[in-house]
């Protein structure tokens, strides 16, 4: 028979798989024989729940998204906003919004890339355990959450955690934009490749992003900002080596955090 151990990482590989909910109303034994379930039947097509529908296209997701992410003044109406809006089918599969957290009037703004399992349940960015990192890695640059924004590209998890499609990056991304607009920070940090790649509109990867500095903009801000990207913290778990790269991105945030103002930002 495993061992308590065994068990308890095999759970934990389930979890990181994207295998964190219950199906059945009550546990199995899967150490007894038992007889096997014949599979139901599936439902017949008139009685199978139909998805709230969506828009046909990424181009006219982006339209209306860059529409109703336009009126919002406020952190609030952007919120009521991305509640109101059906343009992303992810929202249809997820437990809830997950819009961001800290301080909206911060210097710095931090953009991950996706939700998970403990951020879907609790509608917060980062509060699993690669948020309890990043955490952790901030606050050894004297950083956290009453001192910093952060928010991801997408405002809901994709099932199983996969990687977000391009239709969902589309949907969401006028809001991410608006967002880093509404709470104008003085330096934009990108979590993780896919939101660096998004938001700077690059092809590289995140090895050849990080540790340089970029000058980003969108349309609805009123003044470029220096930008730069680091290593997703869930990277940083299964590849522990990269750690020293990524406390000397801490240091050259920290560095350029505290010169803002005294020079333009590097191209």
Same mark, same amino acid.
């Given at each position: 028979?495993?061992?308590?151990?065994?068990?308890?990482? @095999?759970? =934990?590989?389930?979890?990181?798989?994207?295998?964190?909910?219950?199906?059945?109303?009550?546990? #199995?034994?899967?150490?007894?024989?038992? $007889?096997? #379930?014949?599979?139901?039947? !599936? !439902? !017949? !097509?008139?009685?199978?729940?139909?998805?709230?529908?969506? @828009?046909?296209?990424?181009?006219?997701? &982006?339209?209306?998204?860059?529409?109703?992410?336009?009126?919002? /003044?406020?952190?609030?109406?952007?919120?009521? $906003?991305?509640?109101?809006?059906?343009?992303?089918? @992810?929202?249809?599969?997820?437990?809830?919004?997950?819009?961001?957290?800290?301080?909206?009037?911060? +210097?710095?703004?931090?953009?991950?890339?996706?939700?998970?399992?403990?951020?879907? +349940?609790?509608?917060?960015?980062?509060?699993? #355990?690669?948020?309890?990192? @990043?955490? +952790?890695?901030? *606050?050894?640059?004297?950083?956290?959450?009453?001192?910093?924004?952060?928010? &991801? %590209?997408?405002?809901? =998890?994709?099932?199983?955690?996969?990687?977000?499609?391009?239709?969902?990056?589309?949907?969401?991304?006028?809001?991410?934009?608006? %967002?880093?607009?509404?709470?104008?920070?003085?330096?934009?940090?990108?979590?993780?490749?896919?939101?660096? /790649?998004?938001?700077?509109?690059?092809?590289? *990867?995140?090895?050849?992003? +990080?540790?340089?500095?970029?000058?980003?903009?969108?349309?609805? %801000?009123?003044?470029?900002?220096? $930008?730069?990207?680091?290593?997703?913290?869930?990277?940083?778990?299964?590849?522990?080596?990269?750690? =020293?790269?990524?406390?000397?991105?801490?240091?050259?945030? =920290?560095?350029?955090?505290?010169?803002?103002?005294?020079?333009?930002?590097?191209?």
């Amino acid at each position: 028979m495993p061992s308590t151990w065994d068990l308890a990482q @095999l759970l =934990r590989w389930q979890m990181e798989a994207g295998a964190d909910e219950a199906i059945l109303a009550t546990p #199995v034994d899967r150490f007894q024989a038992v $007889a096997p #379930v014949a599979a139901a039947a !599936p !439902p !017949p !097509p008139a009685v199978r729940p139909r998805a709230a529908p969506i @828009l046909s296209s990424p181009a006219a997701v &982006n339209e209306t998204a860059q529409h109703a992410a336009a009126q919002a /003044k406020t952190l609030d109406e952007l919120r009521a $906003a991305l509640d109101a809006f059906d343009g992303c089918a @992810l929202k249809q599969t997820a437990t809830n919004l997950v819009f961001g957290d800290g301080n909206p009037a911060a +210097r710095i703004m931090f953009v991950g890339e996706a939700p998970g399992a403990d951020e879907d +349940r609790r509608g917060l960015p980062f509060v699993g #355990v690669s948020g309890q990192l @990043l955490d +952790r890695m901030l *606050g050894w640059i004297d950083l956290n959450r009453e001192t910093f924004f952060i928010t &991801n %590209m997408l405002f809901w =998890r994709p099932p199983g955690n996969r990687q977000p499609t391009p239709g969902e990056v589309a949907a969401c991304l006028p809001f991410v934009e608006r %967002m880093i607009s509404l709470v104008d920070p003085e330096l934009l940090v990108m979590v993780g490749g896919s939101s660096a /790649k998004s938001l700077l509109g690059k092809s590289e *990867g995140i090895k050849r992003l +990080r540790g340089r500095w970029f000058t980003y903009e969108n349309a609805f %801000m009123a003044r470029p900002i220096p $930008a730069t990207a680091i290593y997703h913290p869930a990277y940083l778990l299964r590849s522990p080596a990269e750690k =020293r790269a990524a406390w000397q991105d801490l240091l050259a945030i =920290r560095e350029k955090l505290d010169g803002l103002g005294e020079s333009t930002p590097e191209q």
